[in-house]
């Protein structure tokens, strides 16, 4: 069976301050998909990022950077220099061919001025 | 981007009615269509995954009477709350999904929060 874990219920930085978000997963499958997304105040979902799992490279886009290790079925969020705006829900999630999204509990962060 | 639009955004009935969201596809066709329940503070559960022109597969506690799924076309599905309780107020959110084998991508509504009381 699938499934997401993000230990961190909540999370509260002061601003500037990086944090990570972590996230391990379980999945029998070989090629799987793995995502982030952001759910801020509003609801609507905002999508991250979507690594598959031949694709061990990590990624950083702006402030934002990912560490997707197999070895631990991790596959970790990094904000760097962290801002207000960046206050939200972040979910790990997990799917076998961008079919069934299997989500995290979520993580909740506060970025605190 | 592909943009998916549901509405209405949000929706207050009273108990014992029955309320209906749309989920839309504006710029692609989505033969798949999959809808989430979201409970205050909590995770995104899928609840049913619909395919054009057939029946739609519900998970593994989801009442199908409950909750009607239909998806006519293409670019359309709908769910209908039935007989709708105070413990069905939830954010739904609709996904779509679109491309084949390894460029499938999946894209999610706006959400609807429905109120019932």
């Known amino acids: 069976a699938q499934k997401v874990t993000q230990a961190q219920t909540e999370i509260s930085v002061v601003e500037k301050e990086d944090v990570t978000l972590d996230c391990v997963y379980e999945t029998r499958d070989t090629t799987y998909y793995l995502f982030w997304y952001k759910q801020p105040p509003s609801g609507e979902l905002v999508f991250l990022i979507r690594r598959n799992s031949f694709d061990e490279q990590n990624e950083i886009s702006g402030r934002y950077s990912w560490n997707f290790q197999k070895s631990t079925s991790s596959f970790n969020f990094t904000i760097t220099a962290s801002q207000v705006v960046d206050s939200a829900v972040y979910f790990c999630?997990?799917?076998?061919?961008?079919?069934?999204?299997?989500f995290g509990k979520g993580t909740r962060l506060h970025i605190l001025p | 981007g592909a943009v998916v639009s549901q509405h209405p955004s949000r929706v207050i009935c009273k108990s014992g009615t029955s309320v209906k969201i749309e989920c839309r596809s504006l710029?692609?066709?989505?033969?798949?269509m999959f809808w989430y329940r979201q409970f205050p503070k909590q995770s995104l559960m899928l609840m049913a995954t619909s395919n054009e022109g057939s029946k739609a597969t519900y998970e593994q506690g989801v009442e199908k009477d409950k909750f009607l799924i239909n998806h006519a076309s293409l670019t359309l599905s709908t769910l209908t709350v039935t007989s709708a309780h105070p413990e069905d107020s939830s954010f739904y959110i609709c996904s779509a999904r679109t491309g084949q084998g390894a460029s499938r991508e999946q894209y999610f509504g706006p959400g609807t929060r429905l109120t019932v009381t």
């Open positions: 999630a997990l799917s076998d061919r961008v079919d069934k999204i299997i």
């Open positions: 710029d692609f066709q989505a033969t798949t």
